[in-house]
Every structure is written in C-alpha cells, then in structure tokens.
C-alpha cells in the first residue's frame, strides 16, 4: 500500500489565500518531499525536509514535518492561479530498500483569479 | 534541453501489440524509475533500476519488463498490450551520491490501449 496520503484530496481557494496540504505516511522515515504536478506533466521536486526538521522554507512554500504523528504539511502562502496543480508527499522508507521513494495519491490544489 | 526526455509522448496501441517506451536522460544518474500513473491512484513503481546491471520490480510489474542499455537509457515494455494498462507513464532518475533520493521526472507518455 502506499506509504504517504495527501489531504484533502481537493482543494480550492482564491488568489491570495493560503493553500494548506497534509501529508500522512505509516513507516520511520530519512526524508519526506513535496512534488508538483502540472495537470499531464512529470512531478517536479520542490522541497525536501529531514527527519530531524521540523519546519522548512522555500519562497513562498512552508514544509512542517511531525515524526511523532507521521504526518507533514505543505503551505502555500499568497497563491497565485499559476500554483494551480497537483500536489504530492512522498517518503523514503528507513527500513526498506534505499532509492525508493513512497508517492501518495496527492491533493489537486484549484486557485482561482 | 530537457535532462529527462521520454519517447514516445503519446502512443494509441490495439490489445496484444507489443510496445516499447524509452527513456533517456542527460543528468549522469545512476538510479532510473519507471513509474505509472492513473487517475485518483498517484504514482505506482513499476520497474527500478540503480545502475546497468540491476533491475528489480516495483509494486506493479506483472505485464511488464524493462530494459538498461546503458546508464542514460532504460526502457519499458508491454509484450502483450492490455486495456486496463492504459495509462500515464513516468520515467524518473535520482542520484545515489546526494542521499536524498530525490527524483527527476520526464514529461511521460500518455499510453491507450484500445
């Protein structure tokens, strides 16, 4: 089964508003990452936390990360229509094979003009 | 130019046809992915392979098979195409030596099997 499940599934705001994501995962972890999917395209990486963080930030993007609840949470903050897209958490798994990652089934972020 | 690129983009194919998609990549790793892609499901590995002479199966590598030429090249195939294999199709890369796993994905190939 998989290892990480976004919620919600669907999510839409307005332009400006903030986009939050949660991410839950099931196994001990080295890592956990957030991908962006445009609607077709290939994932594309955009932030990775350890799992001895507890809180990252890239632009406009806020990563939290929970080992204690195996979950993490994605924030967009000031959306803009072009983050309209998918949205996915995957996990390595620490006691599994290495190079593998763990992709849940992602949270299609909608932001309307 | 893209450091992942996968050929073909689109592919219509009839049940029973065997077919080959391809993936090439440019970033020097030594980890490739072949992964699919259905609506509602996310991504589900496929095949994996991290460096020429190691192929090992994903979660869903019934009707499938793999090939590495080399390390820029992997390659996917369908012996016996089946309706329910249509899908979106991703091939990844990674490189072992920063520990992250972190993977680089191609624009896919949009497979239907008719």
């Known amino acids: 089964s998989q290892q990480g499940e976004e919620d919600p599934q669907a999510l839409s705001i307005q332009e400006g508003e903030n986009a939050t994501m949660n991410c839950s995962y099931k196994?001990?972890?080295?890592?956990l990452q957030w991908y962006r999917q445009n609607s077709g395209r290939g994932l594309v990486h955009l932030i990775l936390?350890?799992?001895?963080?507890r809180e990252k930030h890239s632009g406009r993007l806020r990563v939290t990360l929970d080992t204690s609840k195996k979950s993490s949470s994605l924030l967009i903050t000031a959306s803009r229509a072009a983050d309209t897209a998918s949205y996915f958490c995957?996990?390595?798994?620490?006691?599994?094979?290495?190079?593998?990652?763990?992709f849940g089934r992602g949270t299609q972020l909608t932001v309307w003009p | 130019d893209a450091d992942v690129t996968q050929t073909p983009r689109n592919r219509i194919t009839k049940t029973g046809k065997r077919i080959m998609l391809e993936c090439s990549q440019t970033?020097?790793?030594?980890?490739m992915y072949w992964y699919r892609q259905d609506p509602g499901l996310g991504l589900r590995l496929i095949y994996y392979s991290f460096d020429v002479k190691d192929i090992n199966k994903g979660e869903i590598s019934d009707g499938y098979s793999v090939s590495r030429q080399a390390q820029a090249k992997f390659s996917l195939s369908l012996e016996s195409a089946i309706p329910n294999q249509t899908a979106l199709y991703f091939c990844a890369t990674s490189d072992p030596v920063k520990l992250t796993d972190t993977q680089y994905f191609g624009p896919g190939t949009r497979l239907t099997v008719l």
């Open positions: 970033k020097g790793h030594d980890r």
């Open positions: 196994t001990s972890i080295n890592n």
């Open positions: 936390i350890r799992s001895n963080e």
């Open positions: 995957a996990t390595d798994d620490r006691g599994s094979t290495l190079g593998r990652l763990y």
